[in-house]
């Protein structure tokens, strides 16, 4: 996160996990994918983080209520990365079939 209090990480079980760095404690952990996490990306701010995975979603999660933002974000084919833009507003995602998409 960009306080480098916390570190957030994608699992091979669809799974995200956010650890606190100084005692290596589970904070959160949310189960919303069915495939391998390819992209992590924490937002600016670090108030909420993007997930992409090769089931072809991409998921906001805000992290200090630990709820779901908006809808799933869908694709046609894996989803390979995520990037949030410096002031948060936009988030790019990128597959296997070359498009970008702006969210």
Known sequence: TPNGQQLVAG?????????D???GSLLAEWQSHT???SSIAVSPNGKFIAHA???NTVHLW?????TQIGPVLQHDVNVN???ISPDGSHLVSGGDDTELRIW
């Open 81 to 83: 990365f995520i990037a």
């Open 62 to 66: 805000d992290m200090v209520t630990s």
């Open 11 to 19: 699992c091979g079980d669809g799974s995200i996990r956010c650890f």
């Open 21 to 23: 760095l100084s005692t």
């Open 35 to 37: 495939h391998v996490i």
């Open 53 to 55: 995975s090769w089931d």
